[in-house]
């Protein structure tokens, strides 16, 4: 009896005569509220570091039109009649052409539809031509273009209309230069045509190949006019982040979803080979020939103002002044009426006319008399970020922590479900759920769990909340009406509220490994005595939990860095 008193005042002795009993609540807050301000701090610092300021100035900027009426008009000194839409019957043609990309040496068989007017005769006895370009996605030439196609042919023109070549690229990856030589080679397809006059033959061009046009007017001199519908006249960062940010703003995101935008147009893709981001189409002949520039009112996605401007800039620049700009009203992206996901929508009232009349004219080579600029007032709400940029060292910084985010999530994930197996074998053999099946201790197993649903649900709720948003400006782009912004905006300060909650949580769970640790007399050891006790559990007895706790952690601190580098703990 002597001796067991003896031996556990020494053992007493040895853990530095350290409290027994377990701390009082108020003792927990107090340790763990530090662990909550550090851990707070790292993560409001990463925010703010990750953070890409942006100048939306100036806002609300307007280029008043000079008529509300769109019509094209032109002298016609001699009287003679001028085709009109609907002057002829359409024949439609269909061919296939093999286009090659000139980087790779890929090939690709492309369909092709050429619609001709039946019975006309231009100049000398032929007949100007018109090359549709597509704009983003992937478009097939017997479903695209064919409302406008018939216009045109129907006021005397050749068509043609091929797929959109894309080789073995992407949305991400086009090859531009090599799409400019496929729209070149429809062209020269034209131009092979008997009755085809190859030096009167334009583009009409939407969207994403406006930036594609640009190299097809530095390779064929010969192209004479072009018909820009919604035209992207900055580089794909500048146009593509001033559309997001743009749209994030309409629906009534909040500021903390829109601060997304400034990081994901910030990234460096160049390193990882993508050069599309900053490719230059700010070249000398883009729009060095007569131009016709339409807009829709409803746009959501254009810079109309700076585009229009910058436009007449360049074309002046070329020597050129020959720009007609019209801006429809309620027509949308693609001058369209209506929301699109109900389909069978129509183009702008008086749009197909205008345009025809305008390639009529100029293909005969008449004076314009009506004004250049004519329609809705054209209006941009915000200044495109021009001063954007890619930023290498964030950008491969996002990339390893998402990666790794990803990967420990996995393992972490796979943990658990073994874990759940172990708990399921151990309630066969034991018939009862109550005990330690993985070995855990002071019941950080329970609070583990817990920790790892509600981090999962956080993120959940943060891609939710980001769906959200992204469905909202897909129905604006549509052609829909705002929805009310209710969920869109208050969804972040929730996220935000519920991410703090988890990072105190934690703070809570490393506190209650130092309460053990001290409890257990582990804080006053030094040196040899700390290495020999130390070995005595304190989270699990067994490997397996202790792996699982630690990689559980990583993976919920990745979580939080990755909330961190989105702007999340930004308040």
């Not at 994030?248 to 829109?258: C, D, E, K, R, T």
């Not at 329609?375 to 964030?394: C, E, F, K, W």
């Amino acid at each position: 009896m002597h001796d067991g008193a003896t031996a556990k005042q020494a053992s007493t002795s040895r853990r530095g005569d350290a409290p027994q009993e377990p701390w009082t609540p108020r003792r927990r807050v107090l340790t763990s509220l530090p662990i909550f301000i550090m851990l707070l701090g790292l993560l409001v610092t990463v925010s703010n570091l990750s953070n890409i300021p942006w100048d939306n100035e100036p806002t609300g900027q307007t280029l008043e039109s000079l008529s509300a009426d769109t019509s094209v008009t032109f002298e016609n000194p001699t009287g003679e009649p001028l085709p009109k839409r609907g002057d002829y019957e359409v024949e439609v043609r269909e061919d296939d052409m093999t286009v090659t990309r000139a980087s790779t040496g890929e090939t690709e068989s492309l369909h092709v539809v050429v619609r001709m007017p039946k019975g006309a005769e231009g100049t000398g006895g032929k007949i100007p031509g018109v090359v549709f370009m597509h704009g983003a996605g992937y478009g097939l030439a017997k479903d695209w273009f064919v409302d406008v196609g018939d216009d045109l042919a129907s006021a005397g023109f050749a068509t043609i209309a091929i797929d959109k070549p894309v080789w073995s690229t992407n949305d991400v990856t086009r090859d531009y230069p090599a799409s400019a030589d496929a729209y070149e080679q429809a062209a020269e397809y034209l131009r092979a045509l008997p009755n085809v006059d190859g030096d009167r033959i334009g583009i009409y061009a939407t969207s994403e190949s406006t930036w594609i046009s640009a190299f097809l007017l530095e390779k064929d001199p010969r192209i004479a006019f072009q018909i820009l519908v919604s035209p992207m006249v900055h580089t794909p960062r500048h146009s593509l982040g001033f559309l997001a940010a743009q749209d994030f703003a309409l629906v009534g995101a909040n500021p903390g979803y829109q601060s997304i935008v400034r990081r994901v147009f910030s990234a460096d893709l160049g390193a990882f080979g993508l050069t599309n981001f900053d490719i230059d189409t700010d070249l000398p002949r883009a729009y060095a020939i007569p131009t016709f520039v339409a807009y829709g009112s409803k746009d959501v996605m254009t810079a109309q103002v700076e585009g229009a401007e910058r436009i007449f800039d360049r074309a002046h620049a070329a020597g050129n002044w020959d720009v007609t700009v019209r801006d429809y009203p309620v027509g949308n992206h693609v001058l369209r009426i209506g929301d699109e996901e109900d389909g069978d929508t129509k183009l702008a009232d008086h749009f197909e006319d205008d345009m025809v009349d305008w390639a009529v004219g100029k293909t005969r080579g008449l004076t314009q008399t009506d004004v250049r600029v004519a329609g809705a007032d054209i209006y941009q709400s915000i200044a495109v970020p021009q001063d954007l940029y890619g930023h290498r060292t964030l950008t491969f910084y996002m990339v390893i922590l998402h990666v790794a985010a990803v990967t420990l999530l996995l393992a972490a994930g796979l943990l658990w479900l073994a874990a759940l197996v172990r708990r399921l074998v151990y309630l066969r053999r034991h018939r009862r759920w109550r005990g330690s099946a993985l070995g855990f201790l002071h019941g950080f197993g329970n609070v583990l769990a817990v920790l790892f649903l509600t981090t999962l649900a956080v993120l959940y709720l943060f891609g939710s909340g980001l769906a959200q948003v992204v469905m909202e400006i897909v129905s604006l782009v549509w052609g829909a009406a705002p929805a009310s912004p209710d969920i869109v905006y208050w969804s972040w300060p929730v996220i935000q509220f519920v991410c703090t909650a988890v990072v105190w949580a934690w703070a809570r769970v490393f506190a209650r490994l130092i309460e053990v640790a001290q409890v257990r007399g582990y804080t006053r050891m030094k040196g040899r005595e700390l290495m020999r006790h130390v070995r005595e559990p304190i989270i699990a007895t067994t490997r397996f939990a202790r792996v699982l706790f630690w990689v559980t952690a990583a993976a919920m601190l990745c979580v939080l860095l990755v909330f961190a580098f989105w702007g999340m703990f930004i308040y």
